[in-house]
């Protein structure tokens, strides 16, 4: 028996337009299944497993088992939306002064410790 390819299954899940937990409700196999598949963790694959996934998502049992083609493989990896990693100014604004502040601490807890080190007991 072998595994399905992961990066194949999930191409194959979006161009179906399914979430992952539709295509295990859809194909009648367990959630954790298609997570293990997709995450690559899985063994090797029942199947009866491979034929209900095949049919689910309109494509031979065979299919499931190769490498997506390059185009497929782009067009996946292409679908994802860039991150937005702008913030307004006030909130970089507040987490300058967390910065401050916690260098602040910082450094009043760093001198008590040494105040500490050097003090005598009488």
């Known amino acids: 028996m072998s ?3 992961p990066d194949k299954l999930i191409f194959l899940r979006k161009e179906a337009g399914l979430t992952a937990e539709a295509l295990a409700d859809a194909a009648h196999v367990g959630r954790a299944t298609i997570t293990r598949i997709e995450n690559g963790k899985a063994g090797p694959t029942r ?3 491979a034929k ?3 049919s689910t998502l309109k494509c031979q049992p ?3 088992f190769t490498p ?3 185009d497929q493989a782009r067009n996946f990896f292409n679908d994802r939306a860039p991150l ?4 307004s100014n006030a909130a970089q604004n507040a987490l300058e002064l967390v910065a401050m502040r916690y260098n602040e601490t910082r450094e009043i807890v760093r001198r008590q410790h040494q105040w ?3 003090e005598v007991v009488i």
Do not use: G, Y
């Open 68 to 70: 997506p083609d390059p």
């Open 62 to 64: 065979a299919d499931l």
């Open 84 to 87: 937005d990693l702008s913030i």
């Open 52 to 54: 209900r996934l095949a």
């Open 3 to 5: 595994t399905i390819n």
């Open 116 to 118: 500490h080190r050097f």
């Open 47 to 49: 199947p009866e497993t």
